[in-house]
């Protein structure tokens, strides 16, 4: 345990950054998310070293200072291209500095920090630049991102990301070599000979990562964890009929809640749930709308009155305008993005992919454990880095984290640029 190299974790989420890493022989020494659900997952899944906290509020003091890697997802809400809602002046996109303060007190020899491709492209460009000079000026040598697919690296899924690599050893930020191959016509990168890439092996198909499964049931008598999903299918959905602002809801709820001298812990025991109220009772991206059937019983629990009642519980019927929730997922190649939200429909179109088959395809073992709704499974398993890629960049540093004296000389990894091939490319200048 002694000889292994330590690691920090940021923005942890359930834990797929981390878990690979823990594979690659690394340990995790302190770990933080705030996300209840999260932390749970974690705790049972990986170590009990994380700790359910607003990072803003976390002092540096109280995070150990003797990590050779940092690592830290930090969230990506605002930068995703998925979000349509997204602008430079989202709080979300500046919790980067967050990952900043720590990594200059803390002093890690490398960190890596793992976001969406949106990005690259907010402010036109400008916060990715300002996110890499800020690296620079605590003194780490921070290059390009590179963009990740993660089926070239065995992950069953087409999914890019950013990945931004920095160290203040002096070592070479390298990146891991594909170890998949596209099936379909695309040019072979520059940066491995033809006669390897021949050898590599095909990308894995959605079909052969979850085909062995069987439809959500009972097998032999034991329920296969998480194998639970929506019968959903249809192009419509119920919503509410009127706008709500979240945040009055929640500052209304919390005022009653005060009134009544009682603990969302106490609210989940009476409705028969485990931390669901919570997030009734929070603003930042957590934080949810009672259902009409929920505010119904909680107005008997705390006695509101009918101020709220009609924009809360009126819904109505409306067409999915979204493409992405009616897709169905394709069998014969590696899956599209696993996101946070409502997963695509099963190839048998009568349900959507189960949590366990979305876990699957973002390379978590079979006995990694999900805790929370099925909503909250699925938003855990959507924002996770896939382990196998995590696993990959771990082994692709370790040799440089536990040399004392790492090569002085940098050396340049060419890398294709075309957008026809999306393995790992550097970006153009």
Not at 43 to 65: A, Q
Not at 171 to 178: G, L, S, Y
Not at 218 to 235: D, R
Request: hydrophobic share 35%; proline share 6%; net charge positive.
């Amino acid at each position: 345990m002694a000889n292994k190299p330590k690691v920090v974790s940021l923005f942890s989420g359930c834990g797929g950054l981390d878990l690979g890493f823990k594979k690659a022989g690394y340990e995790i020494i302190w770990a933080n998310d705030f996300d209840r659900d999260s932390v749970e997952t974690y705790k049972k899944n990986i170590d009990n070293r994380i700790v359910l906290g607003d990072i803003t509020k976390i002092p540096s003091s109280e995070i150990p200072k003797n990590a050779d890697v940092l690592l830290g997802g930090f969230p990506c809400q605002g930068f995703s291209v998925a979000n349509n809602k997204r602008n430079v002046k989202d709080k979300r996109n500046f919790l980067y500095k967050e990952m900043l303060r720590i990594i200059r007190e803390t002093q890690p020899k490398f960190f890596i920090a793992e976001n969406v491709k949106g990005i690259l492209s907010l402010g036109n460009g400008k916060v990715i630049e300002m996110i890499i000079k800020d690296f620079n000026s605590i003194g780490y040598k921070v290059e390009k991102p590179f963009i990740i697919n993660c089926a070239y690296y065995g992950v069953p899924q087409f999914r890019e990301r950013v990945i931004i690599m920095g160290n203040r050893i002096n070592a070479p930020n390298t990146f891991p070599k594909i170890t998949h191959k596209n099936g379909y016509k695309t040019p072979i990168p520059d940066f491995i000979k033809p006669e390897d890439y021949n050898k590599l092996p095909h990308v894995i198909s959605v079909k052969d990562a979850i085909g062995h499964l069987p439809e959500p049931h009972t097998e032999e008598g034991k329920l296969i964890p998480n194998h639970i999903g929506s019968k959903k299918v249809s192009g419509k959905y119920i919503a509410r009929k009127n706008e709500v602002n979240q945040a009055e809801i929640c500052d209304y709820l919390k005022m009653w809640r005060a009134k009544a001298k009682i603990t969302t812990h106490k609210i989940d025991k009476i409705l028969g749930y485990r931390h669901t109220a919570g997030h009734w009772f929070r603003k930042d991206i957590s934080g949810s709308i009672p259902s009409p059937k929920d505010w119904a019983k909680l107005k008997k629990i705390l006695g509101f009155d009918d101020k709220y009642d009609k924009m809360v519980t009126e819904v109505e019927e409306r067409k999915i305008k979204f493409e992405q929730s009616l897709r169905v997922t394709n069998w014969d190649r590696p899956s599209d993005t696993i996101t946070a939200s409502v997963p695509e429909i099963h190839v048998n179109r009568k349900r959507r992919l189960t949590a366990r088959e979305c876990a699957i395809l973002q390379s978590f073992p079979d006995d990694f454990i999900f805790y929370g709704s099925l909503s909250s499974q699925h938003r855990q398993i959507g924002n996770a880095v896939p382990p196998l890629i995590g696993e990959h960049l771990a082994k692709t540093i370790k040799k440089y984290v536990v040399n004392n004296n790492p090569e002085k000389k940098w050396e340049e990894l060419k890398m294709v640029n075309t957008t026809l091939f999306n393995g790992v490319r550097q970006l153009p200048s």
